[in-house]
């Protein structure tokens, strides 16, 4: 079965400052990896996604996030954060096939602060 | 740009009443799924559905909960007799080749509370 752990619930950033979002999986199959984001009473929207190939994913908003098979991990950075950033975050995983359902981390509240 | 919808965006309940959600997937998606998330937890997977059959669910997709498709657009879900510990805000979702390659699209979800 596979499984997601976000190590940190709570990522309190100052504005303008770096910030890395820890995200570390389980399966015993290849994997997808996603990073959501999810705005105060709205739904998810998609941040940046891991098929294959390179293993540093740019997204939207400018978000970057590197997958690193050895260490299990698809770790969420961004160099400058900005206070429209604050939001809930979430990693998902899913099979590496179409159609698989995806298996959610319990999600990191990033909190800009000015 | 296509998006999945969903109606209501709030739906209000008394315990044991039977509600449906209902949802417009992405035309021409293939997959769609329903997820749930209770105030304050992660999103979980409820049900995926394929070729008009249901190709995989959670434990939490008991015998309360049913899907449909009952024509070309329309993706329901319907929990028969609703507890407390359903309320929560339930998402659907769509995939398919339109949509870009594994890449799930979800609607704005309905808040269900039920009293």
């Known amino acids: 079965a596979q499984s997601v752990t976000q190590l940190d619930s709570q990522v309190p950033v100052f504005e303008e400052a770096p910030v890395e979002l820890r995200c570390n999986y389980s399966?015993?199959?290849?994997?997808?990896l996603f990073w959501y984001v999810q705005y105060p009473n709205q739904g998810l929207q998609l941040l940046l996604k891991y098929l294959s190939g390179s293993t540093l994913v740019k997204g939207i908003n400018g978000f970057e996030a590197e997958f690193n098979k050895s260490q299990t991990s698809f770790h969420l950075r961004k160099p400058s954060v900005h206070i429209s950033d604050t939001a809930e975050y979430f990693c998902a995983v899913s099979d590496a096939n179409q159609g698989g359902k995806l298996i959610f981390g319990q999600g990191t509240e990033l909190s800009v602060k000015p | 740009e296509p998006e999945v919808t969903q109606t209501p965006s709030h739906q209000v309940t008394q315990m044991g009443q039977e509600v449906i959600l209902r949802c417009v997937p992405i035309s021409n998606h293939l997959y769609f799924y329903w997820y749930r998330q209770i105030l304050g937890q992660k999103v979980e997977f409820l049900v995926s559905f394929y070729n008009n059959e249901i190709s995989e669910k959670s434990e939490i997709f008991d015998d309360q909960f049913s899907v449909e498709r009952p024509d070309g657009s329309n993706f329901t879900l319907k929990i028969r007799s609703t507890k407390l510990e359903d309320s929560a805000m339930y998402f659907c979702?769509?995939?398919?080749?339109?949509?870009?390659?594994?890449?799930?699209?979800f609607g704005p979800g309905t808040r269900l509370t039920v009293l």
């Open positions: 979702a769509s995939w398919g080749v339109a949509g870009g390659l594994n890449e799930q699209f």
């Open positions: 399966s015993s199959v290849s994997v997808y």
